[in-house]
């Protein structure tokens, strides 16, 4: 799968309001940004990125994934530092 593929995959699917992947091979980074992630506990945000991604994952497609999670606040103050 291409980065958009996995990108538009996970957006359309959680309707996110932006999702920015890198890869190597099998193995995808993926950072999401969405205020929905606010208050919500770690695991559940890993459980939500990898639901539309499970079938993907469990065919081989995609073999191993970095996840990070911002909400659009999040997002603005991380993208100062880096």
Do not use: C
């Not at 538009?8 to 309707?15: E, F, I």
């Not at 994934?65 to 991380?78: C, N, V």
Request: aromatic fraction near 8%; charged fraction near 30%.
């Amino acid at each position: 799968m291409t980065n958009e593929e996995v990108a538009s995959l996970v957006k359309d699917k959680l309707g996110l309001q932006e999702v920015k992947v890198k890869s190597e091979g099998t193995h995808y980074q993926i950072i999401a940004i969405d205020d929905q992630f606010e208050g919500m506990s770690r695991v559940k945000k890993q459980q939500m990125i990898y639901s539309p991604l499970s079938e993907k994952i469990a065919d081989g497609t995609i073999h191993a994934i970095t996840i990070k999670t911002f909400s659009s606040t999040q997002w603005e103050r991380e993208k100062l530092f880096n």
